[in-house]
């Protein structure tokens, strides 16, 4: 089945770049998406990428696609405080359904 | 505005009392969704509806049900919690089409004593 991987945890200072990195195996993803989750809610849609592109840039939030190798990396720009949170890596193959990855915790400290 | 609303935020029940878990949405979307989240794990799809069609996930245990009696609303009942059932439990919904952006409620946290 598929599978998504993500690194348990990155810790940065504010006003630093955060890259939080996604492998997964599904070779016939079509979109494949970033949600935050706060504590104690829901998880939120952050931004998403279609597999036929290779970049997105949404304010402070780049997505990569590196479709060979089946990687995705979210970069976000000039952390804060608020950005602290749990990022989770998803992929949408074909009729199927979304599969997660088991998030990364990011941890910006002042 | 809540678009994805879950009741109630926390829930308690005894092992092996019977526990349904409510999900409203004004979104009007086609498709809502059942997760299972445990701590440090992704959210693990139990089942979704598309419309009235239910689509069970092939390791979702008997344990767990839904229903969906109209567009706004779905329940999740758990018919015998056992332990290891105590988890976050979030309801999503989307359109059902090309992108599928998923919106999720809050969740309901679930303790089983």
């Known amino acids: 089945g598929e599978d998504v991987e993500q690194s348990l945890f990155l810790s940065v200072r504010e006003g630093d770049s955060s890259v939080i990195n996604c492998t997964y195996t599904?070779?016939?993803?079509?979109?494949l998406y970033w949600y935050k989750q706060e504590p104690g809610a829901g998880l939120q849609l952050l931004t998403y990428i279609f597999s036929n592109m290779d970049m997105k840039q949404d304010q402070r939030l780049t997505v990569l696609l590196n479709k060979k190798d089946k990687h995705l990396s979210l970069r976000i720009a000039d952390t804060q405080t608020g950005d602290s949170a749990i990022y989770f890596c998803a992929e949408k193959g074909g009729y199927s359904t979304l599969t997660f990855g088991k998030g990364t915790m990011l941890l910006v400290s002042p | 505005d809540a678009m994805v609303i879950q009741n109630p935020r926390y829930q308690v029940t005894q092992f092996g009392k019977p526990v349904t878990l409510s999900c409203s949405q004004t979104l009007n979307h086609n498709v809502m969704y059942w997760y299972q989240q445990k701590s440090s794990q992704a959210p693990k799809l139990l089942f979704h509806y598309y419309d009235k069609d239910f689509n069970n996930e092939a390791d979702t245990p008997d344990n767990f049900q839904s229903r969906r009696p109209n567009t706004s609303f779905c329940f999740l009942d758990i018919r015998s919690p056992g332990l290891g059932d105590a988890a976050m439990y979030l309801c999503?919904?989307?359109?059902?089409?090309?992108?599928?952006?998923?919106?999720f409620g809050s969740g309901t946290q679930l303790s089983v004593l």
């Open positions: 999503a919904t989307s359109g059902g089409q090309g992108v599928e952006k998923l919106f």
């Open positions: 599904d070779s016939s993803s079509t979109y």
